[in-house]
């Protein structure tokens, strides 16, 4: 057997240098984006036109607001607790991981909500009126839902997801669906009128 010289021990040693490099790399891909990825993930990953994620806010411990609650002064709101603050940021890394092509972000006027989607990172936020929940004023429940559906219809050719952050009561009027804090409702609408729902994002 031959005698390795400097030269064959240099180029060995690239070589596992290489191997090394390469593992890490499809090490990073995998991490980067989940392998086994749900449906519904995949369809956004597409970033198809017409999507729209109607989100609840993340976790607020509590139900309804308080009796002196004003609009602009979320020392009268529940707010997100800690634990939803940080869920929040993890929803806008899962779309972020997934190169999910972000078309707005729009919000309830409700601070919750607000912080929610300014925590996802995911663009700039508008607030957008009709999101507002109505779980103690049921009278503007036709009125706002009629609202949010026709924004819906509106992005049926648009490209990438619209982000709707919004309550419970909001969702559900919409897709029939009572989601948890920080989960998602996925629609998306049809030349002829109708919204279906194409999926749920639990929450992260």
Known sequence: ??????GDRRLARAGMRFILCLSLTI????A?????DSP???LLRQNAPGYVVMMRHAEAPGTGDPTNFRLNDCSTQR??????RAQAKRIGEAFRQRNIRIAQVLSSQWCRCLD??????????KPFPALNS???NRRAEAKQTAAVRQLILNHRQANGALILVSHQVN???VSGIFPQSGAAVVLKANDRGDIAVVGQLPPE
């Open 1 to 6: 057997m031959g005698t390795r010289t400097y």
């Open 27 to 30: 090490g990073c891909a995998s």
């Open 32 to 36: 980067a984006v989940p392998q086994a």
């Open 40 to 42: 519904t993930w995949k």
């Open 79 to 84: 707010n997100l607790s800690p634990a939803g």
């Open 116 to 125: 929610t989607a300014q925590l996802l990172q995911l663009g700039p936020v």
């Open 134 to 136: 109505f779980f103690q």
């Open 171 to 173: 969702i559900t009027a």
